[in-house]
């Protein structure tokens, strides 16, 4: 794909962790050992924005991660994290490829912050 439609104007890195069993012998990830995995452009578009007050004071904010580079195909899994504007974001869903003419065309998944 010579030109992107999609205007990959930031730059991310995508952060994954290592699996380790915690005190009560579960399965979790361990994000201070996490280390970045790839480095590359993509379009972030913000949706929605929230405050609340119910326990403790929260915000959160959430954003579609969309990206058309062939470099970044496959590279984001649903376990990550993405720096991007040097905030933490979890991918929320599964990250979806789509095809056009039986090509890649670009990769889009659902990322959120949460801080509080």
């Known amino acids: 794909m010579g030109t992107s439609i999609i205007r990959n104007s930031d730059v991310v890195t995508v952060y994954r962790a290592p699996v380790v069993i915690d005190e009560y012998n579960r399965e979790v990830r361990d994000w201070s050992n996490a280390v970045a ?3 590359g452009r993509a379009s972030i578009q ?4 929230l405050e609340e007050d119910i ?3 929260t915000e959160t904010e959430g954003a579609r991660l969309f990206t058309d580079t ?3 195909k496959g590279q984001i899994e649903a376990v990550d ?3 991007y ?3 933490y974001w979890e991918v929320t869903s599964p990250p ?7 090509r890649y065309h670009h990769t889009e ?8």
């Not at 913000?46 to 924005?49: E, Q, R, S, V």
């Not at 979806?96 to 039986?102: G, V």
């Open 37 to 39: 995995v790839k480095t």
């Open 46 to 49: 913000h949706y929605m924005a």
């Open 55 to 57: 326990d403790r004071q």
């Open 70 to 72: 062939p470099d970044m």
């Open 81 to 83: 994290r993405v720096l």
């Open 85 to 87: 504007d040097g905030r």
């Open 96 to 102: 979806q490829e789509y095809r056009l003419f039986s």
């Open 109 to 116: 998944m659902f990322v959120r912050l949460v801080e509080g």
